[in-house]
Every structure is written in structure tokens, then in C-alpha cells.
């Protein structure tokens, strides 16, 4: 399993994320349908609140989820790559987010 790096704090703007040497990776678009749910990679996201898409952990290995942030509520999210996921919900929709590189 992966670590999580927090030690590289910007000095100065970053470049646009998703160039070189930029604090946030590319734009990632998760489409989820009614019910389907993804997990959050390993690191730190940017994400945006999206219509119908909620935030969800688990605390015991993925057999029980509570949802942390109502639908259309986006947040910064600290993930192990299996304690944080992307909830379609009753709607489902498309979520977006930034990783941290």
C-alpha cells in the first residue's frame, strides 16, 4: 500500500492542473449511475459537489458506508483507496476531481 505525501506545500501559484509541476493532477470525471458507487484513488482530492452524487466512508473495510456530505456537496477528501467512495445515490450524475500529485 501506498503513503500519503503532505510534506509539498506550494510557495508560489501553481501551473494549471494536469500540466508539469502542478499541485492538482488532471480533471477526473466519474459517471455513476443510480446506486453505483467508486472508490476514491490513494492520496488527496479536490472534489467538486455534483447534482445527485454523494461522499461516503467506511471505517471497517468497505462492509458499512455513511455518507459524509449530502448530494451536490463537494469537499477535500483524504483517501487510503478503499475508505472513501463516490455515491450515485437515487439520481446518480457525473462527480469530478482533482488528485493531488
Known amino acids: 500500500m501506498g503513503s500519503l505525501n503532505l510534506s509539498r506545500i ?4 501553481s501551473p494549471a492542473p494536469g500540466t508539469p ?3 492538482f ?3 477526473v470525471s466519474v459517471t455513476l449511475a ?3 458507487t467508486s472508490v476514491l484513488p490513494i492520496g488527496i482530492c479536490l472534489v467538486a459537489g455534483a447534482a ?3 461522499l461516503d466512508y ?9 455518507a459524509i456530505t449530502p448530494a451536490a456537496t463537494g469537499g477535500l477528501v ?3 483507496g478503499t475508505n472513501v467512495r463516490l455515491n ?3 439520481a446518480g450524475g457525473t462527480a469530478k476531481y482533482l488528485p493531488v500529485n
Not at 467506511?58 to 455513511?66: K, L
Open 58 to 66: 467506511s471505517n471497517d473495510g468497505g462492509t458499512t458506508w455513511v
Open 88 to 90: 450515485g445515490g437515487a
Open 34 to 36: 443510480i446506486g453505483a
Open 21 to 23: 509541476g502542478a499541485y
Open 25 to 27: 493532477g488532471t480533471e
Open 52 to 54: 445527485g452524487i454523494n
Open 10 to 13: 506550494p510557495l508560489s501559484p
Open 78 to 80: 483524504v483517501s487510503d
